[in-house]
């Protein structure tokens, strides 16, 4: 049995959603008790990068850049459909997907749109091997996939950001797009190479796999939810002046979602592919990865941004959603909607 397949839900990724709520509750609770909060973490910065959210941004980062195996990548020819299938809807339809839904619900919310970008941009690197599992797919597929997207990501994001936004007319700075990209994804990731095979080859693959991940992990899930103290703490007073901020971001996420999900099923169900395939690219092909979209939007507008707000809606309801595929795909299976 592999590490993957042997995986079993954390406390903390169980839960993630109702975490995620709570921070947002604490966050914004500090800022109306220690009205001077953001004054004090905005003198925490170099260069105009708040130190602690560089800190926990990395942290957030570097654990999903352990998931790269590229030695997987040899087995891309051996059933190259789902994979195909996976790579069009990640850098086709789900970035095209999101523009749509942000001109239609976002208008005169520039950053939102953003943020919508941001978040459809991104394909997904690493809680899509949970719902894998969780799903019982094809874990090899998965592994697969998500080194891939891990690799294209760093070529891919910033031309998809910067043609969507200009589609948009939205301008954006180039020089911050470009920096954030590589301070939160090509340093993470090549660290992530680095200590990778340092500590396989001194403390052995078990050991890296089943202690070394598994804490790394826990404290990436540490500075995911320490970010959101942070943002939502510096963003209080608009939120509680503007609560309708949120729900007008959440309609485009989850309308977005509903078409790019009901596109995979169906393109899987054409295909003709089998459930343990087609479960894989459903989940892939329909995830993001909020991480880079959070980190990318703080980057260029601030932590107190709307745009950075409407990323962390993209996290809060990713949680929720991608359990729903797990459980929608194990009824479809039942109901013999995919070969079996």
């Known amino acids: 049995m592999s590490e993957e397949e042997g995986r079993t839900l954390s406390f903390f990724e ?12 604490i966050g914004i609770l500090l800022s109306q008790i220690i009205p001077d909060i953001s004054v004090a973490i905005n003198a925490l910065q170099i260069g105009g990068i708040s130190i602690p959210i560089g800190i926990c941004l990395f942290l957030m980062m570097y ?8 030695s997987e990548l040899k087995k891309l020819g051996k059933n190259p459909k789902p994979i195909i299938l996976t790579i069009i809807s990640n850098w086709l339809i789900a970035p095209f997907v999101g523009l749509l839904v942000a001109r239609i619900f976002l208008q005169g919310y ?7 970008i941001l978040l459809s941009s991104s394909p997904c690197t690493a809680m899509v091997l949970v719902w894998g599992w969780m799903a019982k ?48 994804i090509g340093l993470p990731l090549l660290l992530g190479v680095i200590s990778k095979r340092l500590l396989i080859s001194s403390k052995g693959e078990d050991w890296f796999n089943n202690t070394y991940k598994p804490i790394v992990g826990k404290v990436s899930i540490v500075a995911l939810l320490t970010t959101l103290v942070i943002l939502f703490s510096m963003s209080g007073k608009s939120l509680i002046d503007n609560p309708d901020l949120l729900v007008i971001v959440t309609v485009p996420l989850l309308v977005g979602f509903a078409i790019v999900v009901g596109y995979n099923i ?18 892939i ?8 979209a959070i980190a990318t939007a703080i980057a260029m507008y601030g932590i107190g941004s709307m745009a950075a707000l409407g990323t962390t809606m993209g996290l809060f309801w990713e949680v929720p959603i991608m359990l729903s595929i797990v459980y929608l795909g194990r009824y479809l299976r039942k109901k013999k909607f995919w070969k079996t």
């Open 14 to 25: 169980r839960f993630l959603t109702i975490w995620v709520a709570l921070c947002i509750g």
């Open 63 to 70: 654990p999903a850049m352990l998931n790269l195996q590229v």
């Open 110 to 116: 520039e950053e939102l749109i953003v943020a919508v």
């Open 137 to 184: 797919g094809n874990q090899e597929q998965n592994v697969v996939n998500t080194s891939l997207n891990t690799i294209t990501i760093i070529f891919g994001y910033v031309p998809m950001v910067g043609l969507l936004t200009g589609i948009q007319n939205i301008p954006v700075d180039w020089i911050l797009l470009l920096l954030s990209t590589f301070i939160f």
């Open 266 to 283: 169906l393109i899987t169900r054409l295909a003709k592919l089998k459930y343990r395939e087609a479960i894989i690219t459903v989940i």
């Open 285 to 292: 092909g329909s995830s993001s990865h909020f991480e880079i």
